[in-house]
């Protein structure tokens, strides 16, 4: 749940990026964080695990009005796609908001992205918490790769693997080009800050 900071008036909402391991979360954030530099207010942070990376950063989202008299901060996060790193990945998934999923478009992927989804089912609810209640949008990422002759997995087959039961809002995108990556991000602040606005007032 939102933290929320009387002495500042400040709600601090927290949006994770979750999906298999090199499926395109860093490549988001690293992409956001370089896009709208003016609106971030801290650091990015790595925290480097063998092989796989946790980043975070506080950002000031766009004119998006307040909650209750208090000024919105959101803070972005990824986890550590790798198995091994599944107690991190929960760690991160403490207090979370809002969640973007990043799906990794390769043909050679479409397990990975089926696991990834069934984990982030899992540790969610070890905090009680549900995949069908939570604010949601899904990201099929690395659709550029159709262009160097790379097998992609279709819109639709993504969708039937992934999305057919939790009717997520999805996007289409290439992190690496930053096709569609502000609009995902957009996309999970609104929902996010519209659910905790329902809940606080």
Known sequence: ??????????????????????????????????????????????????????????????????????????????????????????????????????????DLRREMNIRSLQNLKENLETFNKNIFNIPLVMQYNKRDLEEEGIPILSIDTLQRDLNSRLQAPFFPASAVKGENVPETMKKIIALTVSSLRKKLE
């Open 1 to 106: 749940m939102a933290l929320i900071n009387p002495k500042k008036k400040e709600v601090q909402v927290k949006v994770v990026y979750y999906g298999p391991g090199r499926g395109g979360k860093t490549t988001n954030l690293e992409y956001i964080n370089k896009k709208f530099k003016k609106r971030i207010q801290s650091e990015m942070v790595t925290v480097k695990t063998y092989g796989d990376r946790t980043l975070f950063f506080d950002f000031l989202p766009f004119d998006i009005g307040e909650i209750k008299g208090h000024s919105i901060k959101v803070q972005l996060y990824t986890v550590p796609g790798q198995v091994k790193y599944n107690a991190t990945r929960r760690l991160v998934l403490r207090g979370v908001d809002g969640l973007v999923f990043v799906a990794d478009s390769m």
